[in-house]
């Protein structure tokens, strides 16, 4: 292996650990704009809390913080991701099967970053990290 390519691959578990950050900051937005309107979107004035959507904005909140901190990643991405897998079957599919044409390319982009994110580990920048390490001493 050439020393370009291997400094290349050295930087790849830092960058899922950024891909998982990146990712869970930009799902809380959802869950924030839902539950505790910031940012305020007229659409979500009156969202009951016990509603589906009510539901959804707290797995966005709740799940997206602790995927962004990097603890329990691997059960919550994969809740995650199965929770936007049905979203779009339920919110979007009914509208067409092309995700351009129905609106679905972000929660299928977010099931499948999930997906990922599930079966290859928060990266070392997180909690569920850290505590391994130390519980391996």
Excluded: C
């Excluded at 966005?60 to 049905?86: C, K, Q, T, W």
């Excluded at 079957?89 to 099931?111: C, D, R």
């Amino acid at each position: 292996m050439n020393t370009r390519r291997a400094s290349l691959e050295s930087w790849s578990p830092v960058l899922r650990s950024v891909l998982r950050i990146v990712a869970a900051l930009l799902f809380v937005q959802h869950g924030s704009a839902k539950l505790l309107h910031l940012p305020a979107q007229p659409m979500w004035a009156h969202l009951h809390l016990m509603s589906l959507l009510g539901v959804q904005g707290v797995l966005e909140l709740v799940g997206g913080g602790l995927l962004a901190i990097g603890l329990f990643s691997r059960p919550i991405a994969f809740l995650l991701s199965g929770d936007m897998a049905v979203a779009f079957f339920i919110a979007h599919f009914p509208k067409g099967w092309l995700p351009l044409l129905n609106g679905g390319e972000l929660a299928l982009m977010f099931s499948f970053t999930f997906l990922y994110l599930w079966a290859a580990g928060p990266g070392p920048l997180s909690l569920d990290a850290l505590l391994h390490r130390r519980t391996a001493r």
